[in-house]
């Protein structure tokens, strides 16, 4: 089972308010990864965890708020986004160390 | 940190025909090279992967090659079928916990 599943597939959200996108992984991965993809461009990583803490951070603003609550879930919190944050949010989970990293179908974000 | 570029950034070939992404790093310290494909609407999908010890790799249609002194790292695709029709993304990665992707190839396969 090389399955990383997210939800929901579409979410459609005002600038007002919060919603929580939701990753999970059942391959004993422990490095889990939110990215963010717009259209027609490579993926662009947000945050990296490993061994449920945070490693890596690129400088995101603090509208998005990640959290592993254990090896298996990975939450990505937002609240008072901007239209400009509409885009394909991405889950991916890997071992740690340079091995093979599964994507999930994402998360497609608008913002009105 | 790491740069990686890829090229070319559209690309069609015939159905049969090969098609053949290309890609370069900066990082000499880089030592996985990973390629995904993108269908419209879907999440990245690993096709094949390379390490810096390992200077080629096949899997059936699609084999990738590194030449680790020049620093580039091709995926070459064979006998192309429609449904190899995708945006293709190469990466790299130093740490183990950092992808560099490429900015992505757009291949259509015509029947």
């Known amino acids: 089972d090389t399955e990383v599943t997210q939800t929901p597939k579409h979410l459609v959200m005002g600038m007002t308010n919060k919603k929580s996108l939701k990753c999970e992984q059942h391959m004993g991965h422990r490095a889990m990864y939110w990215y963010k993809q717009k259209a027609k461009k490579p993926p662009e990583l947000m945050f990296v965890y490993s061994y449920e803490k945070l490693s890596i951070n ?55 | 940190g790491e740069n990686v570029e890829q090229h070319p950034s559209t690309l069609s070939v015939q159905e049969g025909d090969s098609a053949v992404i290309k890609c370069t790093y900066s990082d000499s310290a880089s030592n996985y090279f990973p390629w995904y494909k993108q269908e419209l609407g879907k999440g990245p999908q690993l096709i094949i992967d390379i390490r810096s010890n390992v200077g080629e790799k096949k899997d059936q249609r699609i084999a990738v090659t590194l030449n680790k002194t020049a620093k580039h790292f091709s995926l070459h695709i064979t006998e192309t079928q429609p449904e190899d029709s995708a945006v293709y993304f190469c990466a790299g990665s130093n740490t183990g916990n950092q992808f560099y992707f490429g900015t992505g190839t757009s291949l259509t396969v015509i029947p």
């Open chain 1, 58 to 112: 690129e400088s995101v603003p603090s509208r998005f708020s990640p959290e592993c609550p254990n090896s298996s879930l990975l939450n990505l919190h937002l609240h008072a986004l901007q239209p400009e944050d509409s885009a394909l949010y991405l889950c991916a989970s890997s071992h740690p160390a340079n091995t093979e990293a599964f994507f999930g179908q994402g998360t497609r974000l608008t913002v009105v």
